[in-house]
């Protein structure tokens, strides 16, 4: 890839605007390469007022433990604080009926969010690196998203988990994995390798395993840097099609069905987009947008479509809602 950012004091000096050394921070640290080094980068960088938060998933048996164990001496060796949650995701799985891969994922931000709220500290590192936005970027395109979703993820987010606001922040997203391979070999920075992530049993692992190699072989080049060109353009897009577009309108416990079918079907699927997603509606793309739009132009009845997690829509009296399981 081209153009790289070299994980050096300049480096280090373009985060001082976007993380100022003189707050508090959290970083979610696994014990893998990718939040080992930012752990070492941000000690070094002159971070002080750093809390090492790791979250034991208990998927690995033994191994899931003594990466606990890991980070947590990691930590003392740093001279930092360090929390750690233990989180169930098997159970979660079937109580959710969800993937592990999903319910992970919730399970761990909402430790996250656990520990920032003990802490009184919102803001949160995380080591997504430049492969990871690649993968994120591809596995939205064939689910269907739509611009946003091919921006990837943002250097800067937050969300509210259980009433505690996070401020996210992924310093590392402009860093290749083989950069910071260099990183950790240059430094001597001890890490755990995780085997499941040579496992195909999450989606992500078959993209970066299976896909990514394929993708090279056949364009008989690295094709990371032109995924990570055109997911800018998208977010360029993104940014000015959103001041375009207005607010949702909301009527009663939905949204007014009348003026979105008055709308151009290109902002009128957006702005349904963005209302599964600010609804709470997980995983949903350019397929549920569509069924939901015939929902919304059509006069038949019943009036209802569903979403995933066993979520419904509905269209009655002129207003289209959701309707959430118990």
């Known amino acids: 890839m081209a153009a790289k950012i070299r994980m050096n004091e300049a480096f280090a000096a373009s985060l001082e605007p976007l993380m100022p050394k003189s707050e508090p921070w959290l970083i979610a640290v696994s014990g893998g390469l990718d939040s080992m080094v930012l752990l070492h980068f941000l000690k070094n960088a002159g971070y002080r007022a750093l809390t090492v938060c790791h979250v034991n ?14 980070v947590a001496a990691a930590a003392a060796e ?9 989180v169930d995701v098997r159970s979660a799985v079937v109580d959710q009926k969800s993937s592990i891969e999903a319910a992970a994922r919730d399970l761990r931000y909402a430790a ?3 520990i920032a709220a003990r802490r009184q500290c919102p803001n949160l590192v995380t080591a997504h690196h430049a492969d990871d936005q690649v993968e994120t970027i ?3 395109l064939f689910r269907g998203s739509g611009e946003r979703g091919l921006s990837g ?10 009433g505690t606001a996070l401020n996210i922040f992924r310093p590392l997203l402009s860093v290749t994995r083989e950069e910071l391979e260099t990183y950790a070999s240059e430094n001597e920075i001890s890490f755990r390798e995780d085997e499941s992530n040579f496992d195909d049993f999450a989606l992500r692992n078959r993209v970066r395993n299976t896909l990514m190699p394929v993708l090279g072989e056949v364009f008989e080049r690295d094709v990371r840097g ?6 800018e353009r998208a977010r360029i897009n993104e940014a000015w099609m959103a001041g375009e577009e207005g607010g949702i309108p909301a009527k009663e416990n939905g949204v007014d069905v009348s003026v979105l079918r008055a709308m151009a079907p290109g902002r009128r699927d957006r702005i349904l987009l963005r209302w599964l997603r600010e609804s709470g509606v997980p995983d949903c793309g ?41």
Do not use: C, W, Y
């Open 57 to 70: 998933h208990q998927l690995r048996g033994r191994e899931s433990d003594l990466d606990a164990a890991f």
């Open 78 to 86: 740093q001279g930092v604080d360090f929390e750690g949650e233990t």
């Open 112 to 114: 996250l969010a656990a």
């Open 138 to 140: 591809l596995m939205n």
């Open 153 to 162: 993820m943002d250097v800067k987010s937050s969300r509210e988990i259980d």
């Open 226 to 231: 032109s995924i990570l060109r055109a997911a």
């Open 286 to 326: 350019g397929a549920e947008v569509s069924r939901l739009a015939e929902l919304l132009l059509s006069d038949e009845r019943p009036a209802k479509v569903n979403l995933p997690n066993d979520v419904h829509a509905r269209r009655r009296a002129g207003v289209l809602f959701l309707e959430f399981p118990p």
